[in-house]
């Protein structure tokens, strides 16, 4: 998005800060209010269990920092990427070598996000991007079908198939759309695709029917108010 704007780091974050800050309280404050009834009282810790491994603990979470400020510096987000994944495989090599195993690995998103990926894009080949930018003509428009597409699609494939919006500054609201919209159904973002996989890992059932009528009025209300601060 950054290149496509052509803007720097510190140009792009000053521009969304705001929207972003407002998307976050406003989250916070749905959640109190849907959750306000569980939150009341107090509540009896659990005994957590003890860090493993301290320092591979805080060399990883070092690593995680330095991929946000390698970011924020201007540095390719490939490369910094990359050195941050290189300092996270060598500690854990080093200090839990069985840990690293093909299993970890997200196979099925791996291949559902290529194939998502592979049938926009021969979509938009066929003309599908140039048609969401046609019935794409105010803001409004724009986070509408950004946010439905988002959650058809996937939040990464529909952004690129509205990246070629006719006014560049409206990539904002695209991004509104993708990032903030995506929240509806399960694989409309791979971080719920990621979370639902972990809670499906560790025995948890998920109540698709309330999560996604939640998701729903979250998306509803957050999208527009957070534009409004675009």
């Keep these: 998005a950054q290149s496509k704007l052509k803007v720097n780091t510190h140009q792009y974050v000053s521009q969304v800060f705001l929207a972003a800050i407002v998307a976050i309280a406003l989250s916070i404050l749905l959640l109190l209010m849907r959750f306000r009834n569980s939150l009341k009282g107090r509540f009896v810790v659990e005994e957590l269990n003890d860090v493993v491994d301290e320092k591979l603990l805080f060399i990883v979470s070092f690593a995680c920092l330095l991929f946000s400020v390698m970011v924020l510096l201007n540095l390719s987000v490939v490369i910094s990427s990359v050195v941050s994944a290189l300092i996270s495989i060598i500690t854990i090599h080093i200090r839990r070598k069985s840990f690293l195993k093909w299993n970890i690995v997200p196979w099925r998103l791996l291949v559902f996000t290529s194939v998502l990926f592979a049938a926009i894009s021969y979509a938009n080949h066929l003309g599908f ?13 724009i986070l509408a079908s950004s946010t439905v597409s988002a959650n058809l699609f996937n939040n990464l494939p529909a952004y690129l198939a509205f990246e070629s919006v006719k006014k560049t500054t409206d990539i904002y609201y695209v991004l509104i759309g993708t990032n903030l919209g995506s929240i509806v159904l399960p694989w409309g973002s791979l971080a719920t695709l990621l979370w639902a996989q972990r809670c499906r890992a560790s025995g948890v059932a998920v109540p698709w029917f309330k999560v996604i009528s939640f998701s729903a009025i979250c998306a509803l209300v957050i999208v527009p108010v957070s534009a409004l601060f675009l």
């Design 129 to 141: 991007s140039k048609l969401l930018t046609h019935i794409s003509n105010s803001h409004w428009e």
